[in-house]
């Protein structure tokens, strides 16, 4: 392997994604008195400092000193804003891999969902991001920053995140959730206004639940039995349906959350009545909601979205069994609305 540049070097340690406390006792490694630790932390994550050298109320020789030190921002690659005000953001790391973030304002709120690795292993067969494969976890500053650029970009604090990005949050557990603590409490982002979405990995979600975040999971099922899952998602193959609901069932248990399933509605496949009835009947007394997702088109299948009749259809089989269900609404569908899409694309146009 050639080793990588200076530049490209992923930063090492950066202040982005350290606590209120931890940058106290930075400054005071550096021989400055604590209160620089409060004046840094607002620097970095209220007035969004991306260099040292900015921090007008630091002393002017500290400032020439702490030159090389990084905060651990990344920089602008690509921006592609829809009709409906999503924005989508490519964003290039240090080491130069770039992510995908989106920001996604409605009338109250501004959501953004963000990537919690580079590519994703999972190669979901429906999903842009698998078809692209994986390359890296991304570090804790590096979801956190995704948060910051769209705060800064819309003018406007950030109310909900969704961990719906690039990649499998659980695969990158240790730096989501302490990018999530980070959001929490240096952001001001309240926990249950964070959601993590997984595909499932065997023994992930019980351990998961043992940090007792107050953050949703979110699931992804998209398929009302074992066969149709393993033919959708390779990995299921590895993890039976039952035992994914069994580890979801005692997360309920041990943080009193409820649990939402997501469920792709891809026409022809799994979104016929029966699908439902199926899928009801494994939910049948389970704190739990179903959010359904009209497939979003992508290049490398031929994969089909339902019509709206269909998608009725499906909702009302749901309701007859009492189950909570709401369909998501597609955001920014013009410019490349899957997550992956628009890295994959761009990607082509660079050549
Ligand atoms: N790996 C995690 C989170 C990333 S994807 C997970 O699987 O949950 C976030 C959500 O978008 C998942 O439910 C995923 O299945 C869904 N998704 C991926 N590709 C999609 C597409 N083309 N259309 C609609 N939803 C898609």
Request: a neutral charge; glycine letters at 8%.
């Amino acid at each position: 392997m050639t080793p990588l540049t200076h530049s490209q070097q992923i930063t090492q340690n950066p202040l982005l994604g350290k606590s209120e406390v931890e940058l106290t006792e930075w400054v005071q490694q550096q021989g400055q008195p604590a209160y620089r630790g409060k004046q840094l932390h607002e620097w970095i994550y209220q007035k969004g400092a991306r260099s040292l050298s900015e921090i007008s109320v630091f002393p002017k020789q500290w400032r020439a000193e702490l030159e090389a030190v990084e905060i651990g921002r990344s920089t602008l690659h690509y921006r592609s804003p829809a009709a409906d005000g999503t924005v989508k953001f490519l964003l290039r790391q240090t080491d130069g891999n770039i992510i995908e973030t989106v920001g996604i304002p409605t009338e109250k709120r501004l959501t953004v969902c963000v990537s919690s690795q580079v590519g994703c292993p999972m190669a979901c067969d429906f999903c842009a991001t698998g078809k692209g494969g994986f390359t890296r976890n991304l570090a804790t500053h590096e979801i956190v920053d995704q948060v910051l650029t769209v705060q800064e970009d819309f003018g406007q604090r950030v109310s909900n995140i969704v961990f719906m990005g690039m990649g499998e949050p659980l695969l990158n557990t240790d730096n989501v959730i302490k990018a999530v603590r980070c959001i929490n409490q240096d952001i001001g982002i309240g926990q249950r206004l964070i959601t993590l979405s997984t595909v499932g990995i065997p023994g992930y979600i019980r351990r998961l639940a043992e940090h007792h975040l107050q953050a949703t999971l979110a699931v992804s099922l998209h398929a009302s039995n074992q066969e149709l899952r393993e033919q959708l998602i390779p990995s299921a193959k590895h993890y039976p349906l039952t035992a994914l609901l069994d580890e979801c069932r005692e997360y309920v248990q041990t943080t009193g959350r409820r649990v939402t399933f997501e469920y792709i509605l891809l026409a022809g496949l799994n979104d016929r009545p029966e699908h439902a009835i199926e899928l009801a009947k494994h939910l049948r007394g389970f704190q739990s909601h179903v959010n359904l997702i009209p497939y979003n088109p992508i290049n490398e299948v031929d994969y089909q979205r339902p019509g709206p009749h269909r998608i009725q259809a499906f909702v009302e089989a749901l309701k007859n069994f009492h189950i909570a269900v709401s369909v998501r609404r597609s955001r920014g569908l013009e410019a490349d609305a899957a997550c992956g899409q628009l890295r994959a694309s761009q990607k082509k146009a660079d050549g």
